[in-house]
């Protein structure tokens, strides 16, 4: 079964500082892989997507991800945070073929200190 | 281009009502899933169904919850009798087939409160 965790639930950077938020998964199959974003109160915003192509990932708003296979990781960075990055994240996995159903990981809550 | 869109947003409901969440897809997608997200928690996959058909249900609580995509109008999420362990905020999302299924669009949730 698929399993995401995400080390850290609670993440603080100051302004300017890198953003780097952790996300391990499990899965049987290689896997496609997401973070999405989610400001309060709102639904989830999709900031990039791995689906088996170049193994370093760019999404919106300056973020980026980097497959390791090897790892069975998929963090998240940003080398210069704004006030604008507080929000939670959340890593999901899905395997093609299952209907592509997203399993997440429980979030991250990222605060950007001025 | 609307993207996906959930009604209502937010929903009361006192304990033993029925609680009725739509979702309406993006244009031209056939595929819609909903997810559950508990107080503190990630979301939670519940169902995932084409036009007229359910695929897979394996999230769904087995009482009390129902789901239907019916050929012209939006997916409903049912919820009969519920009970104060229901609130939580309600997501749909809808994928095509063009895109391989592979990217999943976001509706803004409806938050069920259960009083």
């Known amino acids: 079964a698929q399993s995401v965790t995400q080390l850290g639930s609670h993440v603080s950077v100051s302004e300017g500082a890198l953003v780097l938020l952790r996300c391990n998964y499990s899965?049987?199959?290689?896997?496609?892989l997401f973070w999405y974003v989610q400001y309060p109160n709102q639904g989830l915003q999709l900031l990039l997507k791995y689906t088996s192509a170049a193994t370093l990932v760019k999404g919106i708003n300056g973020f980026e991800a980097e497959f390791k296979k090897s790892e069975t990781s998929f963090h998240l960075t940003k080398p210069s945070a704004h006030m604008s990055d507080a929000a939670e994240y959340f890593c999901a996995v899905s395997e093609k073929g299952s209907g592509n159903k997203l399993v997440f990981g429980a979030g991250t809550i990222l605060r950007v200190k001025s | 281009n609307a993207g996906v869109m959930q009604n209502p947003r937010h929903l009361v409901r006192r304990r033993g009502q029925e609680a009725r969440l739509r979702c309406s897809p993006m244009k031209g997608h056939s595929h819609v899933y909903w997810y559950r997200q508990l107080p503190e928690e990630g979301l939670k996959f519940m169902v995932y169904?084409?036009?007229?058909?359910?695929?897979?249900e394996s999230g769904m609580p087995k009482e009390r919850f129902s789901a239907e995509f019916p050929k012209e109008g939006p997916s409903i999420l049912r919820i009969q009798q519920v009970v104060r362990g229901d609130s939580a905020a309600y997501f749909c999302?809808?994928?095509?087939?063009?895109?391989?299924?592979?990217?999943?669009?976001f509706g803004p949730g409806t938050r069920l409160t259960v009083t």
């Open positions: 899965s049987s199959v290689p896997p496609y």
């Open positions: 999302a809808s994928s095509d087939e063009q895109g391989g299924l592979i990217e999943q669009y």
């Open positions: 169904l084409q036009k007229e058909n359910i695929i897979d």
